[in-house]
């Protein structure tokens, strides 16, 4: 096997493994950082119950 067609198939799994993992990795994100401002979240909307 060719350096130039292993670079090819290491660089086509790297690509979908990125795709696969890139809506994972952002929904974890945004609702770590969700959960993470939800006290700030509570202070500012329910600030007569506090």
């Known amino acids: ?3 130039k067609k292993l670079r090819n ?3 086509t799994l790297h690509r979908i493994l990125g795709f696969a ?3 994972i990795a952002i ?3 945004l609702t770590g950082s969700c ?3 939800n006290v700030y979240l ?3 909307f ?3 119950q506090i």
Do not use: K, R, T
């Open 27 to 29: 929904l974890l994100g």
């Open 46 to 48: 329910n600030h007569e």
């Open 1 to 3: 096997m060719s350096y």
């Open 21 to 23: 993992i890139a809506p």
């Open 9 to 11: 198939i290491v660089f």
């Open 42 to 44: 509570d202070q500012c």
């Open 35 to 37: 959960g993470n401002s």
